[in-house]
């Protein structure tokens, strides 16, 4: 991801979980990584998951 780039100025935005989505969210996420990034990483793996399947 763009862990070693310079970091860009991102839009963001906000959307809503419920707390044990967001404490799921937290069991997957790696030592320093933001919530972006585990979602990002998750429909990376499903788009790779997808094309197998295909």
Same mark, same amino acid.
Request: net charge positive; aromatic share 2%.
């Given at each position: 991801?763009?862990?070693? @780039?310079?970091?860009? &100025? =991102?839009?963001? #935005?906000?959307?809503? /979980?419920?707390?044990?989505?967001? %404490?799921?969210? @937290?069991?997957?996420? &790696? =030592?320093?990584e #933001?919530?972006?990034? /585990?979602?990002?990483?998750?429909? %990376?793996?499903? @788009?790779?998951?997808? &094309?197998?399947?295909?």
């Open positions: 991801m763009s862990r070693g @780039k310079a970091k860009e &100025k =991102k839009e963001l #935005t906000t959307i809503q /979980i419920s707390k044990e989505t967001r %404490e799921m969210l @937290k069991e997957l996420g &790696k =030592k320093g #933001t919530y972006d990034d /585990i979602i990002r990483r998750l429909i %990376e793996l499903a @788009k790779d998951v997808e &094309k197998r399947s295909k």
